[in-house]
Structure formats: C-alpha cells, structure tokens
C-alpha cells in the first residue's frame, strides 16, 4: 500500500492577492506534512508573486503560473498532472479564499488513509452547514445537488462540493484528463466518474464560510453548465448506451 501520508493542495488561484498569504499560513500550520500548488492563471493583482514569497518564508509551497485564465477544472486537471508527476499520493482540492477552513485538511486526509478514495467537505451531512448565504443561494445549491442525485444516483449529498481529497489511484483510474467541465460541473463529474470506477466516498462534515476579501467567480454561466452536462451524463449512460 503507497504512503498515503504525501499530500499535495492544490489551490487555484485568480486575483486572490487579498486571501493567498493567510491562506497558505493557515494550510501550512494545519498539514505541516503536505506540500501546496498554487495554481496560478496569470493574475494581473501580483498573487503568484505573493505566493511565492510567502514559499520562500514557511517552505513547502510551489507555485505553478499559467499564461491566461482558464478555468477551474483546468487548473485542477494542470495540478494533478503535476501532483501525480512529482509522485503524490493524496491530492486535494481547496479555494483560495477561505471558505474552506484549512483546520479541516486533516480530517480528509485521515479519511483517505482510512481507506477513502475520495473524501468530500460536505455541507449537507449532519454536522455541515453554510451559515452565511442567503436563501436563494441557499436554494439554488440544494436544488442542485438533490438535481444531480435525482439524476446521477451518486448517494452523495454534497455533489458540487469543492472541498475534498482524492487518492492517486483513483485518479488514474477515472481518466481525469478528458474531463471538460468546469466550476460546479467538474466536481460533479469527478464525483461521478469516481463513483462508477468503483471508489469508495465518504462525506465529512465542514462549515462553508462566504469569502470576506476580493470577489467571488461563480456566475450563472457556471451554474447553467452543471445542470446542462448532469443532464447529459444520465442520457448518455442510462439511456443511449442502454439501447446500443
């Protein structure tokens, strides 16, 4: 069995020059034994600068700086290359800007060395909650993750979640290269190639903090995409390959 114990965040990051140094602090105190890659899409306000700054200071911080903005699931997909490239064996997924709390790291990682294939910093597991939002974005991500379990049949209540960490097998098990889904989207269809590969996936519950500097990137757009491809997925698998 590989040592689990290698880990790798992965943060992506565009124009988070308010969030990226406590960020890095605060991950580098919780999982002092996890290396971090700042993925970094060529932000005009100087965070790749700043990271590798704060690198210098506290060690284990790489950054990974990209020509042009594209894409979270891009990003991901560019951080896994590397992670698993560089030899890591548990890879995690982790905004920028402190809406997830680096406390919780060891908790996913800990369920991965408990067996995990991928483990999930659920809001919507007893224990979890988003304290902050508004109703209506209350609303919407409900809808969407009982939408995606409608559809999917995933059992996971927390489908969109962006908080989570995955073991290196189950990445080269599911094809992650030739997912083309962003925001929303790609955690989804990460969850669900996952899930059909056979990995086990527990959901761990955290509190979801709205972030307090700089500006949110989700949009309608991203939404619409995640609805329109969970769609997609069940046709395409449920139905067309039933009848071929």
Request: hydrophobic letters at 45%.
């Amino acid at each position: 069995m590989p040592d689990v114990r290698r880990p790798l965040v992965v943060i992506p990051t565009y124009q988070e020059a308010d969030n990226v140094d406590v960020v890095l602090r605060k991950v580098r105190s919780a999982a002092p034994d996890a290396h971090v890659l700042v993925v970094d899409d060529n932000s005009p306000d100087g965070t790749a600068d700043l990271a590798e700054a704060l690198g210098a200071e506290v060690g284990g911080v790489t950054v990974l700086r990209r020509p042009a903005k594209e894409g979270l699931g891009s990003a991901y997909r560019a951080g896994f290359d590397w992670g698993l490239r560089e030899g890591y064996t548990t890879l995690v997924e982790m905004d920028a800007d402190l809406s997830h709390d680096p406390a919780d790291l060891p908790r996913l990682l800990a369920a991965v060395d408990d067996g995990a294939a991928l483990a999930i910093g659920s809001r919507y597991v007893p224990g979890g909650g988003i304290p902050h939002w508004p109703m209506h974005r209350r609303l919407l991500s409900r809808w969407g993750n009982r939408y995606v379990e409608t559809v999917l049949g995933l059992g996971i209540r927390d489908a969109t979640a962006g908080f989570r960490a995955y073991r290196a097998e189950i990445l080269g098990a599911i094809d992650y290269e030739t997912t083309g889904a962003d925001g929303y989207a790609f955690q989804v269809e990460m969850a669900y190639r996952a899930r059909r590969a056979g990995g086990s996936i527990v959901e761990l519950p955290i509190v979801f903090a709205d972030r307090e500097r700089g500006t949110s990137k989700m949009s309608g757009r991203i939404v619409a995409e995640a609805m329109l491809l969970v769609t997609w997925w069940a046709l395409r698998d449920r139905v067309l390959r039933r009848r071929r």
